[in-house]
């Protein structure tokens, strides 16, 4: 199944029109602050580092939150295909 960077099943298109998320935890590790949007074992995490140029940059992975430094990120626009999908 392919999801969006929150967890949702990419292909609901009732989810375009939501409002922005609210992380459910947030911890810092080094120069990065990763966001977990979703419950379960594994879960849709955002990596995000301020630049000194003051830009963001954020990405996104899906995985378990004691791994959050060693998941593959890509970015946000981008899907994700998962085989198991958990809400």
Not at 21 to 42: D, N, Q, V
Request: glycine share 6%; net charge negative.
């Amino acid at each position: 199944m392919k999801i969006n960077c929150y967890g949702e099943p990419a292909d609901d298109a009732s989810l375009a029109f939501r409002m922005a998320h609210t992380p459910l935890e947030i911890k810092r590790l080094g120069e990065w602050t990763f966001a977990r949007y979703t419950e379960g074992e594994s879960s849709a995490i955002h990596r995000l580092k301020v630049g000194q140029d003051g830009a963001v940059e954020e990405m996104w992975s899906f995985g378990k939150w004691a791994d959050t430094e060693n998941l593959v990120y890509v970015p946000l626009n981008q899907t994700l295909e998962v085989e198991k999908w958990v809400s």
